[in-house]
């Protein structure tokens, strides 16, 4: 299995550098051994393992050198403890922005941190919701009194927001929500974004 994954990966590399294409690739393996040993004086062991491999091959747009396709990615682990070793909780998020997404989070540094701290949205696969979220990420950029006024019109007609403190958070939640995507477009038309 490793090798037609070691094989795939090279030729994805290989035909990618006649282009500006991104490849990302991730596997994730969770572990569990339980033993139990009378004779080490220990009734039972219990041990748990993340193994995680994340790889990114990232091309320059240029093949004579200059910037490389835009790309974000965050790993996040968390253990909240229960009231009992077996009653722990693990949460693992991933995230991954490439392309005109990345781009427009060139430099706004609030906006990158929006998309890390997000909870899970589903954001909408069809190519026009995916452009309208970009302009409103753009037109809103680093301005609170847009984001703002992006997210009273969210609330004046019934969309879909998250609750966080942070206004860019919110933005984000908000504008890439599939929920709200006959709402961005009545925005963008409104605002002539």
Known sequence: MKGVLKITLGACCLTSACSDTLVYGERSGVNIAIRSDGAEGQPLEINTGLERHVMGYVPPRDPAGGEAVSMIASFD???????????????????????????????????????????????????????????????????????????????????????????????????????NAALNAQFIALKKI
């Open 77 to 179: 682990l968390k253990r909240k403890a229960g009231s009992t070793r077996f009653e722990d909780k693990v949460g693992i998020k991933t995230v991954f922005v490439s392309g005109a997404a990345a781009n427009s989070l060139g430099g706004n540094n609030a906006g990158v941190k929006a998309i890390l701290d997000r909870p899970g949205v589903t954001a909408s696969s069809a190519p026009s919701d995916q452009s309208n979220t970009g302009k409103i990420l753009r037109w809103v950029s680093s301005d609170k009194a847009k984001a703002a006024e992006y997210l009273a019109f969210i609330d004046r007609y019934g969309g879909t927001r998250g609750s966080r403190a942070n206004v860019f958070a919110n933005t984000q939640l908000a504008a890439s929500n599939g929920q």
